[in-house]
């Protein structure tokens, strides 16, 4: 995932160094404090930008990593590599999310297509 690589990249040699400041932290994610990143100080930042983007629905852990794997697919991913990424010892676990992909395609198709 060439994109996951640069985005990164830039974040460490922009962002990361600027939140600290010249200090020293072993941790990857940091704050605005240059402190490690807290898994509630991620929830907040995600709970921000759900609240931004007009979502409603209680976002969870699992409805981002449902989403994760529907848009992984929706964009090409295979389903192998999906299985591996949410860490699904089953390929069957992971079949799961091909349905909804499938489902979602065909609902916008019924939605769009002007004999539907």
């Known amino acids: 995932y060439e994109r996951a690589v640069e985005v990164l990249r830039a974040y460490l040699e922009n962002g990361r160094a600027k939140l600290l400041c010249g200090r020293d932290e072993i941790a990857l994610f940091v704050n605005h404090r240059g402190r490690p990143l807290t898994r509630q100080g991620l929830w907040l930042i995600v709970k921000e930008y759900a609240a931004a983007a007009g979502i409603e629905r209680r976002v969870t852990p699992h409805v981002l990593r449902h989403s994760f794997a529907t848009h992984m697919l ?3 991913a295979g389903l192998r590599e999906v299985q591996e990424l949410l860490g699904h010892s089953n390929i069957s676990s992971t079949q799961i999310y091909t349905e909804v992909s ?15």
């Open 74 to 76: 929706d964009g090409g």
């Open 102 to 116: 499938t489902r979602r395609k065909r609902e916008a198709y019924d939605q769009a297509h002007p004999r539907a």
